[in-house]
């Protein structure tokens, strides 16, 4: 028989303890903000059934679902799938609203942070599971719930010690309008988005070339890039929303759904002022997003050394009506976790205590007859709120001493026969080198004089 | 078009915002208690290759396990499954041990709190996707070991309130040396203990029955029962150690294994008299335990209202070796999530807070114009700690005030035209219906000198 395969399976991750920490640390300011907002908790299912799943997000999701087989003979015999893994946060979050509906809050704003899983191609950075940190508020159509969503991620991202990040700022009818106004029929609206979503990637040429590729003809392509400003960096140009209002003001004075939007856009980059957004928001018409969904503003946070984005949202007023069979309207926001993580270790944005050790002491074992002793010590110690390891064999106290130290424990309890005879431990500190002998019933204040 | 389907799959359950807070409770003190032993925190992900999990579990196992189709053409022609779901945290465990052996501490304590899913009959209880709340100690015989999980799961227990659990503890080799002398064949102990565990289910007399149908002989099967003692209820006889040790000592006379098994029992009984365990562990040797996997001391916790258990586990030193190739130690035990979560739901056990509101302040928006003022209070207020929630619409204010008492707010915040002009703010107690007007830059500090 050949050795076990031991790997995760492709695309897939084991978190050792360090990194568990640092994801724990992340998911930890980012609920605590997103309570500080209002939000609720949810979690829904990692399994959901298929047909919720399918028809959602474009033939491009479809096919990245992962299907899973039939229970019993019939699975086996006919290779069907009733069941797929949560895809996103949003379809899922859609079916509870619309499941829940009578018994959910008039606003129900929620917080949601869990897997999603994905069958793409694994490449640096892009995994088959990862998690997703969403925040969502459902029931208003006031530009106060963009506003408050922009706010809880900026100060999110403000907590765990970003500076840079820039929110772009877009609106699905703005780009319908400039496309209207670019002389772009509406049947080829869709197309031509796809093309313009590549600014960043195949810069102004390119896109001009592709519009083209789609059916648009040549003046109304290049009328488009103008409108759409000419901007290749998603960082560039934070707080020159102003200039670019205006600009898009002229080009669309006289268009009923552009001056809308364009309006919304004003009251969502004035509500955000009055939030810690306020300092990041940047009004960005070459943002597009790919889901279908999005009906209202849209939203992308850029930082300079990312290619991707470090989360997105928008406004999606029809997705939960595809299961209620009535519009409910809805805006929200999702952070990227592995994103997070990426751009914080490489900058190396983590506290110290974040990847410190897993106890505070090492509990010797002085032989086989003294393990009550430093069980008893242990649960001392514990009950003082310090994290405490039990060194489990009767081995030499130098090779405990150096594990001790190889697992940064900071002190080591020794209760040797001399220190037992007395009622008293010797305490190791591991840093200094210095011992000290305390009684036992000393114990728990001496550590409490050190604690940090 | 039928209306689409709302419910989560059969079997799994969408947890609304007061079951996750309830959740979340249960999950911060085991892990608080975990921490406080040295335990580290591991994460796996949900999917594993098919092959690393079957053949862990029986036959039955592998039945339960969700099969993931393989992606793109060959999965919609083959129905071929390469992926699997998690079927348990240990299987997992003895993977990521062979994986990282050479990286891992000489003793790794691990604590791994996640979903599980089992294509079980769904039934009153029973769910296809449930937590498990491992925690293992990897690379040890030592009793020290046994001892440490049993008090930290016992910490656990009393923590949250229990007092009157179980830890019922027996041992693999006790098993059989019990088996051995009662004159049951070797080749006959598996079967015979598949009848010995359904002791609680269909009494003494029910157990004879079935040894005898499984071919044990009457005589046999009347001394196995004597053996295994005929308490029919896990719960009884807490502290009754002592005798029963007796009896098996003079029963397990000159048999080597049984010997040896009792000594170990004996010492893991002696270390958990030090920890919180000693009194709750009572040795039962009518414990089976199903997975195959244990090889040593098995553990089992049972409370009188539930026909279950709330957690079990055990030594299993063969397992890693499954994968890596070379025997290595382990033991460790799994708290189920859902069943303390039935318990504590049942018996009212959950602090006031756990279920509270999820904002402790309203702020209410007096008109359009008014939202930048809206949001900046919140943003005081938020950065003071305190959870805010800002309504999106101008509303009549009392439609408001209505909405701030259904979510259970206990302030609410008005900034009419008359405030605004003095710089101050309106802030209503909601349970005792006081109004007080505060000057804005004295708000953080109002609600700080009321905050519970």
Request: aromatic share 6%.
């Amino acid at each position: 028989m050949s050795k076990p395969l031991t790997t995760p399976a492709r695309g897939m991750r084991d978190f050792l303890p360090e990194d568990v920490r640092k994801r724990s640390h992340v998911i930890g300011v980012i609920r605590d903000v997103y309570e500080r907002y209002g939000f609720e908790p949810l979690e829904t299912p990692a399994v959901e059934n298929i047909e919720t799943l399918l028809g959602k997000y474009g033939e491009e999701g479809d096919r990245l679902i992962f299907k899973i087989l039939k229970r019993g003979e019939e699975g086996r015999q006919t290779g069907d799938a009733d069941l797929a893994l949560r895809y996103d946060l949003t379809v899922p979050l859609a079916r509870v609203v619309a499941e829940y509906h009578g018994a959910l809050p008039k606003f129900f704003k929620r917080y949601q942070i869990q897997p999603v899983w994905r069958a793409d191609r694994p490449q640096k950075g892009r995994f088959r599971e990862f998690y997703q940190c969403d925040v969502d508020a459902i029931g208003s159509t006031s530009p106060v719930i963009e506003a408050e969503v922009c706010g809880a991620v900026s100060d999110v991202l403000e907590r765990l010690g970003f500076t840079d990040f820039v929110i772009r700022l877009n609106h699905r009818e703005l780009l319908r309008a400039l496309l209207d106004v670019s002389g772009v029929p509406a049947d080829l609206h869709d197309s031509a988005l796809i093309a313009v979503d590549k600014l960043d990637k195949v810069g102004r040429d390119g896109v001009v070339a592709e519009l083209e590729r789609r059916g648009v003809g040549a003046e109304a392509a290049t009328r488009t890039l103008d409108a759409f400003g000419t901007s290749t960096s998603p960082v560039a140009q934070a707080g020159a929303s102003t200039d670019v209002e205006a600009r898009l003001a002229s080009l669309l004075a006289g268009h009923e759904g552009g001056t809308r939007a364009l309006e919304n856009v004003r009251a969502v980059i004035a509500g955000a002022a009055s939030t810690s957004a306020g300092a990041h928001l940047r009004l960005d018409p070459g943002l597009a997003r790919g889901l279908s969904y999005y009906t209202g503003a849209i939203f992308e946070i850029a930082v300079p050394d990312l290619a991707g984005s470090l989360g997105g949202g928008g406004r999606y007023d029809n997705l939960v009506g595809m299961f209620l069979g009535q519009g409910v309207p809805a805006c929200g926001f999702s952070l990227g976790l592995e994103r997070i993580l990426v751009v914080m270790t490489e900058r190396g944005m983590f506290p110290d205590d974040v990847t410190a050790s897993a106890a505070d002491v090492l509990v010797t074992l002085w032989n086989a007859e003294t393990v009550g002793e430093s069980l008893t010590l242990a649960r001392q110690l514990r009950a003082a709120g310090l994290r405490v390891e039990v060194y489990p064999d009767a081995d030499k106290i130098g090779k405990q001493l150096k594990y001790a130290s190889s697992r940064h424990a900071r002190y080591a309890v020794i209760a040797g026969d001399d220190e037992r005879a007395k009622g008293s431990v010797m305490v190791k500190d591991l840093e200094s080198g210095q011992q000290s002998e305390v009684p036992h019933g000393q114990l728990a204040e001496w550590f409490g004089a050190r604690r940090r």
